[in-house]
């Protein structure tokens, strides 16, 4: 923890009035907010920040990340662009080609509009025998060739690899490309940086691939920022358990800023693969499996794994998309107790809504992904537009609702998350927002990307972010409030006291 003051800032309510009051000065002591007035005396040795009128909020918190694929992401072949099957095998047959066995590894497509299955067979034809993985946007599926699969100890076949056979699989692709330096402490620290650049003091890192150890290697060598909040999966609970550690509890004594996290279960798919578990069928659900989508695991297991969470004191993340989903989650966490968190909610059926509240659990939602998922979720689960993404039912309940871009299938960007949330929509597009009355407002939305802090204040945790513009100033439409959060930037981020961002 450190020592800091500022000078002359202007402090953002979070609830009530919507203008930032005169400024005044802020204190940070051993990491705590200790005052908070003008003409703040300084103590001897505390170094002194000057304002200059700027705005003052608690640091931002993003609340789902897969901080080691978001890392890799910026480095892997962005195939977002990728419109068909035939444009994919386009741009492998062209990287192929360029260098010759070298492993392609994209990022980022989205298949679920396309009008037909993509086969191993044709991305063989263009790839011979370099290996090639294609993840999909959405992470849940990834389209390999031959070489790939076998490389991955999967076996043949003409279709993708879907759901946990590829969540499984994802914790050998290092090995196959090589691409361990990507995701080292340095690698990590400019990831970190970037963040911290946004306003950003806090994560919870969802990564699959990783483990308490990693982390704790990695922030000795140079990736310790900003708070990380680590999530463990069903194989390693039983680790967690046996070394002691409940949700909270530092994983490097001495350090509050990495700390253990919630248990992550992915209880269902997703929209894009149509996977995610749904009350009703996808609209061309006849060429599904399961016309539904389907639950990753039976009840009683996912209501074994929170029973077994919750007496250790670990809280729980559940995702959960498709409306059936969110139910059986609940279900879930009102049988056994649990705490923690519903993951997504993308869907939701109107009476689950205040069983969210009454349960007392967070709803971790990514705005974000209704800018991609918008004509999609049309396409596929026509008429239930109405309860996707639907923050203002959950907010009118007493949800308590935060943010997050589950990165990388989203931009690691709060800004982005909070201008979704209001607008509803892509700013560029001529169309009017997607179920406006589902929106948020600006200040809404800020409230849910700070980890509940409630404002900056004395005995507030001293993590901040100094703006160089009012994240909340008049606007006139919902469109122009969220374009002027996009534009936000950042003049400095404070984690305990101690700046972590200082803009040239």
């Known amino acids: 923890m450190a020592d800091l003051l500022l000078r002359e800032v202007r402090v953002v309510p979070l609830a009530g009035g919507t203008r930032a009051g005169d400024p005044v000065d802020v204190l940070v002591t051993d990491g705590v907010v200790t005052a908070l007035a003008p003409d703040v005396r300084r103590p001897d040795g505390v170094e002194e920040v000057a304002g200059g009128g700027r705005w003052l909020v608690p640091g931002l918190w993003d609340q789902h990340v897969h901080l080691g694929q978001w890392t890799l992401a910026r480095a892997r072949v962005d195939t977002a662009a990728v419109a068909t099957p035939e444009e994919a095998c386009a741009l492998v047959a062209d990287l192929v080609s360029a260098e010759p066995g070298r492993p392609v590894i994209g990022w980022g497509h989205r298949p679920g509009a396309w009008t037909r299955d993509p086969t191993v067979a044709e991305l063989d034809a263009v790839s011979g025998v370099t290996p090639v993985v294609l993840i999909a946007g959405d992470a849940h599926h990834a389209w390999l060739n031959s070489a790939a699969l076998a490389a991955l100890g999967l076996g043949a076949r003409e279709e993708v690899v879907r759901e946990n056979e590829w969540f499984d699989a994802y914790e050998r692709l290092s090995a ?142 559940t995702h959960a998309i498709g409306d059936a989903a969110v139910t059986a989650a609940l279900d879930a966490y009102a049988a056994t107790g649990a705490l923690g968190s519903v993951e997504h909610a993308q869907l939701v059926a109107r009476d689950d809504v205040p069983r969210l509240a009454a349960l007392g659990l967070r709803a971790s939602v990514q705005p974000s992904h209704l800018l991609d998922d918008r004509d999609l979720t049309e396409l596929i689960w026509p008429g239930r537009g109405d309860r996707s993404f639907a923050f203002r039912w959950m907010l009118d309940a007493g949800v308590r609702l935060v943010l997050g871009s589950d990165a990388p299938v989203s931009p690691l960007d709060p800004w982005l998350s909070m201008a979704a949330a209001v607008h509803r929509g892509v700013l560029d597009d001529e169309r009017d927002a997607w179920h406006p009355e589902q929106a948020l407002t600006a200040q809404e939305a800020l409230a849910a990307s700070v980890d ?17 513009h009012d994240p909340l100033a008049p606007a006139g439409s919902a469109r122009e409030a969220a374009a002027a959060l996009c534009r936000t930037t950042v003049a400095l981020t404070v984690v305990g006291g101690r700046v972590v961002h200082r803009a040239p």
Not at 187 to 200: E, F, H, I, Q, W
Not at 452 to 468: R, Y
């Open 452 to 468: 509940e802090q409630p404002t900056v204040a004395v005995g507030s945790v001293g993590d901040l972010a100094l703006l160089d």
């Open 176 to 317: 196959l490309t090589g691409e361990d330096g990507a995701v080292g402490p340095a690698a990590y620290r400019a990831t970190l940086d970037d963040a911290a650049s946004r306003g950003v003091v806090g994560l919870v890192d969802l990564e699959f691939s990783d483990g308490i150890d990693a982390w704790v290697e990695r922030w000795h060598a140079g990736a310790a920022l900003l708070r990380v909040r680590h999530g463990a999966y069903a194989p390693s609970l039983e680790d967690v358990v046996g070394r002691g550690l409940r949700t909270g509890a530092p994983l490097v004594p001495g350090d509050d800023r990495l700390v253990m996290g919630p248990l992550k279960i992915i209880s269902d798919g997703s929209l894009n693969t149509r996977t995610a578990w749904c009350c009703e069928p996808y609209a061309d659900g006849d060429r599904l499996d399961h016309p539904r989508g389907a639950a990753n695991l039976p009840a009683h297991e996912l209501q074994a794994l929170l029973a077994r969470a919750h007496m250790s004191g670990l809280h729980v993340a």
